[in-house]
């Protein structure tokens, strides 16, 4: 992969939605991205739920989103990796991978506010640029005020996102009461939430 400038955006992405997409590629432009990669995370340990998706059905929901965007791709080496997986590492094995490409490490507001707590936080900022994206317009995560603690000495920088009012939860609590998850999710990831019966009973 001979990218200059490689953004990273990890998720669980059971589904991944239409605010995932929007937000990725408001990142490539903001950052200039060459390339984008949606990394699946197997078993993210800040992240517990009994009833995580199978990661293959997970993994093939982000591929088939994501195939029509020359930006987009997707990496399943979280998923490889047996037990829980840390951000951590998955930036060390790009960065021995690849080691001529800038990184670029993609935080929505809610993994920002926990950020402090994960494994190496300030590994991982010297691995990578942190880059906290702000959800535009009024709301939950103005730009001015994602922080982080003080007595974490990290850089990041902010770029602000366009603001779509979407979640997983939402999509999956949609599905159980029989709702329907068009224009939310894209064609392709609804086809195969369908096609497989996915959320009909998940809490
Ligand atoms: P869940 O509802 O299951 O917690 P989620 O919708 O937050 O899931 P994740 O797989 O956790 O999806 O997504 C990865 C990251 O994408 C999240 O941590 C969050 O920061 C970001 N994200 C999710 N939804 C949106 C959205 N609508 N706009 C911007 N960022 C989002």
């Known amino acids: ?10 998720g669980t992405f059971d589904p991944l939605h239409l605010g995932h997409l929007v937000v990725a590629q408001d990142a490539v432009e903001r950052l200039a991205l060459d390339r984008l ?36 791709g997707v990496s399943a080496v979280e998923m490889e990796r047996p037990g829980p997986t840390y951000t951590v590492d998955t930036l060390r094995a790009f960065r021995d991978m ?6 670029f490490f993609l935080l929505g507001a809610d993994q920002l506010a926990e950020f402090h707590e994960w494994r190496e ?12 994206m702000a959800r535009e317009g009024s709301g939950v995560d103005p730009v001015s005020t994602m922080t982080l603690p003080a007595d974490l000495k990290v850089d990041f ?22 709702r329907s998850v068009r224009y939310l999710v894209p064609p392709e990831v609804r086809r195969i939430m369908e096609d497989h019966g996915l959320y009909r009973s998940i809490p």
Do not use: Q, Y
């Open 1 to 10: 992969m001979g990218f200059h400038r490689l953004g990273l955006f990890g």
């Open 37 to 72: 990669l949606f990394v699946v995370a197997g078993l993210p340990p800040h992240k517990v739920r009994d009833s995580l998706s199978p990661p293959e059905l997970r993994l093939e929901m982000v591929r088939a989103a994501v195939a029509g965007n020359p930006a987009f």
């Open 98 to 103: 690849h080691p001529e490409t800038e990184l």
């Open 121 to 132: 936080p300030e590994a991982i900022a010297s691995l990578a640029t942190l880059v906290a």
């Open 157 to 178: 920088v902010r770029i602000p996102v366009t603001r779509l009012d979407v979640s997983s939860t939402d999509i999956r609590g949609r599905v159980r009461e029989g």
